[in-house]
């Protein structure tokens, strides 16, 4: 892998991020609004929210993630700028690995640090509040990579947003169960260690496996 | 290559079998031709043996009466559902690493097939739980990850579906299909664990112990039907895409000339 090339794309990412501080903060709003319509839509009950906020939590985490994902290459790819960092000996896993680096940082990171509120709301009991940070904390990184695979597959193609979703959630299935597992088995009296081990050891999967994907799929697009 | 400008050899217009003769579009495109057909009747008679096997000959289960009979058909389309997924990851596979077109075009044949027995195995097994659980659906590892395997397909499709150009559409969905065939077994031990985790309903299928031997060969020979089936609609289908990408060579034109004159 190219380092100068990884650290310039990350860096650029995040400087372009801050630019436009706004869009940037979009796939929090998201999160929230999402994860507050479950109380509206399953009804007040404390009982029933407790019961079932690690799940929302979880999965708003993931419809955030993927709903933020159609821009990750798009404008490099509209304007060439793309094609030319894909030039570079050893870019495409560089640029790959950057992208879904600086995904996390700008959307991943800030629904990390407000999920315990979120959990709040729900009302989950204190005792899974760190448990969920630690979970989400392992998880989103897996997102931002699988995302970054669909992400460069759909690239440049007119129903991409749609496309990501699709071909991403049944791939981060494994991801759901043991982030919103670790949660719920605390509430069982169970240990959530075998699930956040888990859910590393999906973490260490997807570092090592989704970058080289997703500059395949780069090169595919760019060809 | 010692003959080759023999009149001998030039006569000869069969091409020497290799293993790379049927890559050539034009001569699958032939063999796809006999097979295809070939394996429809096979289907056919496999599948009225079957069925007569399955309806008339195979006794009517202890526990479950008749309602059981559904496995003929439940089981075969669960099984190719799975098979048919490692296979198109096959092809997509050998078509990455050989850049061999064809291999791409069995991929993209043997999609939309592996996702109608998806289809099928969800909807048998929704039919016979309803009379043997007493609900269309329960939460269940099997049917989780079979559902999954079924977005897995409409994922597959979706993407090459919408990506214009050809060889980008097949590389694309090489890549995702087997991106797809190594996260399968992870995405069903954690449906399997799960679902031990939440003690999710405790229904499982009565284990066959004493199936009647009538019972098996009635399965099997459905599933050889299912089998012989899905070669007979992958081998037409994939005779259509070559028609549709080869439109323009001299073969398919000559092709066309000459269907359209008979």
Redesign the interface.
Known sequence: MNGAVFAAVYQRDLRLAWRRRTEALLPLAFFLVAASLFPLGVGPDPQVLKLIAPGVVWVCALLAAMLSMPPLFAADHADGSLEQLLLAPGAGLAVAAAKAAAHWTISGAPLVVCAPLLGLLLGLPSAELPVLFVSLLLGTPILSLLGG?GAA??LG???AGM?IV??V???A??AL??GA?AA??VDAGQSPSPHLS?LGA?LI?CLV?APP?TA??LR??V? | MHAVNSPATLTAVRPRLTWFTFASPANFYRLAGVLGPVCGLVAAAFAVAGLWMGFFVAPSDAVQGEVYRIIFIHVPAAWLSMLLYVAMAFWAALGWFLNARMAFIFARAIAPTGALFTVLALWTGSLWGRPTWGTWWVWDARLTSELILLFLYLGYMALVAAIDDTRRADKAGALLAIVGVVNVPVIYFSVVWWNTLHQGSSLTMGKEQHMASTMLVAMLLLTLACWAYAFAVVFVRAQAIVLEREGDTAWARALVAASNQG
């Open positions: 695979v597959l759909t193609l007119r129903s496309l699709l071909i959630l049944p791939l299935v494994p169960i043991f597992g719920t088995a888990l999906l999967a496996g994907a395949a799929a595919i697009a060809e």
